[in-house]
């Protein structure tokens, strides 16, 4: 059981928007700790995409945007592209733990 | 350009010591702390902990500690983990990451080691 919730899938048409939860609690999202999304394409290591809430890392299209709010965080992905298939990870730190912590995963499917 | 380049895969038997090395090239080694993260087959992401070059600083996570040990070598420029004890549930992909500058994230990550535990 992670401590930042992630629906396990979504799924969307090319061209599409699609949106992907990440669910944490008062000791990490809501304690004010920033959140990061990496995205992990079939066989590859992780691939920093967005820091701190809504930065996005030179390279990153600005079809990629993050956002923070309360307990939880969120990525959108608009204009789906095929490549764009790959599981995606929220990741925060926890100041009941003293961890660092990522979100279970959400595999995005493009239909 | 910046580079982690871990060692290769490794087979060991339950009860076993396994060390996984992580060389970094194309910033200053030192500067930068670096982190472990797991992940099992067709399972997510697991933070194990960091090192930081410089002091030999550590932190693990509190489910690894007594079992794990993060160490450098900055003459070069190479991070190391070990994890003693190994059981079957430690099979897993072991990557390490440079933590970015200014940020509590990841922005570079090696290929990763796959470690399986069989006997």
């Known amino acids: 059981q992670s401590v930042l919730t992630q629906p396990p899938s979504v799924s969307g048409a090319p061209g599409q928007r699609v949106t992907i939860s990440c669910t944490g609690s008062?000791?990490?999202?809501?304690?004010?700790?920033?959140v990061h999304w990496y995205q992990q394409l079939p066989g590859t290591a992780p691939k920093l995409l967005i820091h701190?809430?809504?930065n996005r890392p030179s390279g990153v299209p600005d079809r990629f945007s993050g956002s923070k709010s309360g307990t939880s965080a969120s990525l959108a992905i608009t204009g789906l592209q095929a490549e764009d298939e790959a599981d995606y990870y929220c990741?925060?730190?926890?100041?009941?733990?003293?961890?660092?912590?990522f979100g279970g995963g959400t595999k995005l499917t493009v239909l | 350009q910046v580079q982690l380049v871990q060692s290769g895969a490794e087979v060991k038997k339950p009860g076993a010591s396994v060390k996984v090395s992580c060389k970094a090239s194309?910033?200053?080694?030192?500067?930068?702390?670096v982190h472990w993260v797991r992940q099992a087959p067709g399972q997510g992401l697991e933070w194990m902990g960091w090192?930081?070059?410089?002091?030999?600083?550590?932190k693990y996570a509190q489910k690894f500690q007594g079992r794990v040990t993060m160490t450098r070598d900055t003459s070069i420029s190479t991070a190391y983990m070990e994890v003693s004890g190994l059981r079957s549930d430690d099979t897993a992909v072991y990557y390490c990451?440079?933590?970015?500058?200014?940020?509590?994230?990841?922005?570079?990550w090696g290929q990763g080691t796959l470690v399986t535990v069989s006997s």
């Open positions: 990451a440079r933590q970015k500058s200014g940020t509590f994230s990841l922005d570079y």
């Open positions: 194309g910033y200053p080694f030192s500067d930068y702390y």
């Open positions: 090192i930081h070059p410089n002091s030999g600083g550590t």
């Open positions: 008062r000791s990490n999202i809501g304690a004010g700790y920033d």
């Open positions: 701190g809430n809504s």
């Open positions: 990741q925060s730190n926890d100041s009941s733990l003293r961890n660092w912590v």
